[in-house]
């Protein structure tokens, strides 16, 4: 089957099938950043601790490794906020949190979505799928296929709360990517975003004035 090479999009979707929408009036946050998904009430759904856990298989390659811990420590990096942790699964059935789909379920033009189940407006669990079924991967500037630590960039804003940023071209959460471009830096405007909202994850400037 010949693929048309239109515009692919690395688009999340909520996983709200089984899901318990709590609501717990006393996490409100006194303060809305903007850019972020919001919940059912309109308030910005975030990471409740950092640093988040990116667990990845066993299984994968060393390349694949190297760009997902490129991309892990592109936000962190930036931000200044220890934002990810890289772990290896401990045991090699689980799949981690990035995960390579054979059969992909969910839009066709999508390379890649980042599930979310909520709990209030906390991110309590989540996974980064990869559309391996209709979309090559790489990790090293191919021409036709999807690179991979731009896409796992995308997909760790999703993580943090980050919604996308259809008018901003320079956003790492513009959901728009063609084949063989590739995003491997986070925008002054993305940087912004993450650190208003996890500002009391901010190290604290040191004080010499004893
Ligand atoms: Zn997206």
Known sequence: MKRSKTIIAAQLVFCLGSVLYLYTPWHVPNKQCSGFIKDSFGYNMTQEKLPVDII???????????????????????????????????DSSDPGSIRYLKKWEYEKTHTAQTNIIPRGHFIKEF????????????????PTAVDLQSVILHELGHVLGLDHETNDLQSVMNPNM?????????????????????EKFRPKKLSYNN
């Open 178 to 198: 063609n084949p063989g471009e590739y995003k491997r830096d986070i925008s002054f405007s993305d940087i912004s975003r993450v650190k208003d909202q996890y």
């Open 127 to 142: 996974s980064i799928l990869l559309n391996t079924d209709l979309y090559q991967f790489s990790t090293n500037y191919s």
């Open 56 to 90: 990845i298989n066993q299984d994968l390659i060393e390349e694949e490794e190297t760009a997902i811990r490129s991309a892990i420590d592109t936000w962190n990096r930036s931000t200044g906020i220890d934002l990810f942790v890289l772990r290896v699964a401990k």
